[in-house]
């Protein structure tokens, strides 16, 4: 697999601190920079999902309130 490589680029006090973890870690501070940024990119592709879902969710309440209304209203319970 061809890799592409390119510059990021830090102010000192968050590379220090990069620098910092990866070293407590063990590992390169590329391969940390990699995977930030692979779960990163599934997190983005995951949060629409969730948006639409809670959306929909959100419409299937409102049904089953105004549902629970009508049921109320038409069996002369309190509303």
Do not use: C
């Not at 590379?15 to 590992?27: A, F, Q």
């Not at 959306?55 to 009508?70: D, G, M, N, P, Y």
Request: charged share 25%; glycine share 6%.
């Amino acid at each position: 697999m061809t890799m592409h490589t390119t510059t990021v680029r830090f102010d000192p006090e968050i590379w220090s601190r990069l620098k910092l973890v990866t070293n407590d870690l063990g590992i390169a501070t590329a391969d940390y920079i990699r995977a930030a940024t692979i779960q990163r990119l599934e997190r983005t592709g995951y949060e629409p999902r969730v948006l639409a879902l809670e959306s929909r969710l959100k419409r299937v309440e409102q049904l089953v309130a105004r549902i629970a209304r009508h049921l109320r209203f038409s069996t002369g319970g309190a509303s």
